[in-house]
T-cell receptor, first 113, second 115 residues
Framework: DQQVKQNSPSLSVQEGRISILNCDYT??????FLWYKKYPAEGPTFLIS?????DKNEDGRFTVFLNKSAKHLSLHIVPSQPGDSAVYFC????????????FGEGTQLTVNP | DTEVTQTPKHLVMGMTNKKSLKCEQHMGHRAMYWYKQKAKKPPELMFV???????INESVPSRFSPECPNSSLLNLHLHALQPEDSALYLC??????????????FGDGTRLSIL
């Protein structure tokens, strides 16, 4: 049972445009959500997170939106840059599980110059 | 640059070998994690240490043996591995496991190949 889903395996965007990466979840007990970026041959790098008590969190070019009623979150990157090309993982934590993160399958973002 | 350092970066071993993966962090984090990641798949949690005590073992086979000698170090001892254990092994750390909404920070991993 996949509790965190990223339905788009890949996304291609022009430089300067907005990239929108989506993530859906099924577990209503998830209370903390994170986005990680992963380049080949490197570990995942933490990008941005959001608590379930918020619906938006912004950090520079990155904004995460959370829609609890739809069990959906999205990551917006504006403007997109070629260096943003990477695999993006959505992850979620259930408060009672302490530290266990459940990851989505990832979305390969390609930003074309 | 990652603040979680893993060694070695690559490891090739036979099924009868014994080897260890090492992880170090100097961020004062009290929670450390081992993950396994297969190609084109998300990381899968293996073990969690909280304040140097094993708090989660995700039913990992005993051929993987974790050890946390102190709050900065985490080892993963490997013995009699199988070819299907070939994967990227990632270490991560966070401030603690409960209460705070704190992200886990990952190292670059050890690429393990079992012959």
């Amino acid at each position: 049972d996949q509790q965190v889903k990223q339905n788009s395996p890949s996304l291609s965007v022009q430089e300067g445009r907005i990239s929108i990466l989506n993530c859906d979840y099924t577990n209503s007990m998830f209370d903390y959500f994170l986005w990680y970026k992963k380049y080949p041959a490197e570990g995942p790098t933490f990008l941005i997170s959001i608590s379930s008590i918020k619906d938006k969190n912004e950090d520079g070019r990155f904004t995460v939106f959370l829609n609890k009623s739809a069990k959906h979150l999205s990551l917006h990157i504006v403007p997109s840059q070629p260096g943003d090309s990477a695999v993006y993982f959505c992850a979620a934590r259930e408060g009672t599980s302490g530290s266990r993160l459940t990851f989505g399958e990832g979305t390969q973002l390609t930003v074309n110059p | 640059d990652t603040e979680v350092t893993q060694t070695p970066k690559h490891l090739v071993m036979g099924m009868t070998n014994k080897k260890s993966l090492k992880c170090e962090q100097h961020m004062g984090h009290r929670a450390m994690y081992w993950y396994k990641q297969k190609a084109k798949k998300p990381p899968e949690l293996m073990f969690v240490y909280s304040y140097e005590k094993l708090s989660i073992n995700e039913s990992v086979p005993s051929r993987f043996s974790p050890e946390c000698p102190n709050s900065s170090l985490l080892n993963l001892h490997l013995h009699a591995l199988q070819p299907e254990d070939s994967a990227l092994y990632l270490c991560a750390s966070s401030q603690q496991t409960l209460g705070l909404n704190q992200p886990q920070h990952f190292g670059d991993g050890t690429r393990l190949s079992i012959l």
